[in-house]
């Protein structure tokens, strides 16, 4: 970033082109193709592709996998050349990795342009990546300001948390997401390697998703059911009020993207652990074995709120009352959750360390998750809770075809 224009902006630009095929090392030692999407082998049958074109991104309306990792990058491209650039790289690498093939062979002399962890072919392995922007990226650097959408800010700080500056925000967010760990890792060190010198990692998240036990949605770690009242994905009409931004928003070129929030939140499970069941289940308004509401039998039972106005069988400071009250007034505010579990071993005191990533997606951030959000302040759960990092980011509109590419309206 300190070095002058007229001899950073060329070469780093090189460097991110060459990278794309084999890195500095093998684009100097064997002239390999600049691009180097590798070999356009199809998927295994047994490792499905998830398509990469579209009008959206992938990795919101998809069947979540049970591994992911949410990374939020500070952008150190050197101007606007540079950051397109970028974001031309992000796309190729994304096009080849979710595909999956077998990546270009540079020569005896050169490194390889794979890490191998997944060996010599790379599956696709209902690979996702999925990318989005912060508000932060549309300060003077890029020359941005004019095209940033009124409705992304900064993450809020509400009531109850513990936000970490280290772990929050960023200019630039990826989610990923696969069947198997080792494929979301290859991806990322994939990425990394072809962005190094564009983008430097502010903060990850690692994250899993537990199996439905006995079935129906998964757990988090706190043993109570995970998104059971959530928006039907396969419901178009509901999908384009909700999550996805529309041509009438203030910047048309966002329509087909969607408002990603991403937090940490640690789940005081040593103490949690101790609680009586029966406060548990009035603190989430749910069974804990079930899922079921308190008032009803089975998890898929919508709680009657109406029938209950003072609380006597789910209480009024339930999460589930107050996340989502069942109102007409409340109805807007509704939104799309893809958490995960995550375990980071322990803190500096021995205590345990883990909790819940959890991820929404939707249309007006100020309409539906901050609205949630205030209307959660200081329920019960906040005593065994600690939100602690994460950040609020645009999702770009997805790539139309093989012509396309991440952040186009954008830059354009």
């Keep these: 970033m300190s070095e002058p224009e007229e001899t950073g902006g060329t070469a780093r630009r090189a460097f991110l082109?060459?990278?794309?095929?084999?890195?500095?090392?093998g684009v100097a030692a064997t002239g390999i193709a600049l691009h180097g999407r590798g070999t356009a082998a199809a998927a295994p049958a047994d490792q499905p592709a998830v398509p990469f074109h579209g009008v959206h991104q992938a990795g919101i309306t998809t069947p979540a996998p049970p591994h992911a990792v949410h990374v939020s990058f500070d952008v150190l491209a050197a101007n606007r050349a540079e950051l397109s650039d970028l974001f031309h790289t992000l796309t190729e690498r994304a096009r080849f990795l979710t595909a999956g093939g077998t990546p270009p062979d540079p020569g005896i002399s050169a490194p390889p342009t794979d890490s191998g962890v997944l060996g010599p072919t790379v599956p696709a392995d209902r690979l996702t990546v999925t990318v989005g922007v912060g508000a932060s990226l549309f300060d003077d650097r890029y020359g941005l300001k004019a095209r940033k959408p009124a409705g992304l800010t900064s993450m809020v700080t509400f009531a109850n948390d513990h936000l970490d500056p280290a772990e929050s925000h960023g200019d630039l967010s990826l989610q990923l997401c696969a069947d198997n760990r080792d494929t979301v890792l290859h991806a990322l060190?994939?990425?990394?390697?072809?962005?190094?010198?564009?983008?430097?990692?502010?903060?990850?998240?690692e994250g899993f998703s537990s199996p439905p036990r006995p079935a129906g949605t998964p757990r988090n770690l706190m043993g109570f059911k995970d998104g059971t009242s959530n928006l039907d994905v396969n419901d178009s009409a509901l999908m384009d009020k909700m999550v996805w931004l529309q041509d009438k928003t203030?910047?048309?070129w966002t329509a087909g993207g969607s408002y990603q929030v991403v937090r940490r939140i640690r789940m005081l499970v040593e103490f949690w652990d101790r609680v009586s069941i029966n406060e548990q289940e009035n603190m989430f308004g749910r069974r804990r074995d079930t899922g079921a509401p308190l008032d009803g039998n089975q998890e898929t039972d919508v709680p009657n709120f109406a029938a209950d106005p003072i609380g006597s069988a789910i209480p009024l400071t339930s999460h589930i009352r107050r996340a989502n009250p069942r109102t007409p007034q409340s109805d807007a505010s509704r939104i799309l959750r893809r958490p995960y579990n995550y375990d980071r071993g322990v803190d500096d005191v021995g205590n345990l360390d883990m909790g819940l990533i959890f991820v929404c997606y939707q249309q007006d951030l100020l309409r539906q998750f901050e609205t949630v959000q205030r209307r959660l302040a200081d329920e019960p759960l906040v005593d065994y809770i600690q939100p602690v990092g994460g950040g609020y980011f645009l999702i770009l509109p997805g790539v139309q075809d093989a012509g396309d590419y991440l952040g186009r309206g954008l830059l354009a």
């Excluded at 082109?17 to 090392?25: D, H, I, M, S, T």
């Design 189 to 205: 060190r994939d990425l990394a390697r072809h962005t190094r010198g564009a983008m430097q990692v502010r903060w990850r998240y």
């Design 17 to 25: 082109r060459g990278a794309l095929g084999a890195g500095v090392a």
């Design 250 to 252: 203030d910047q048309p």
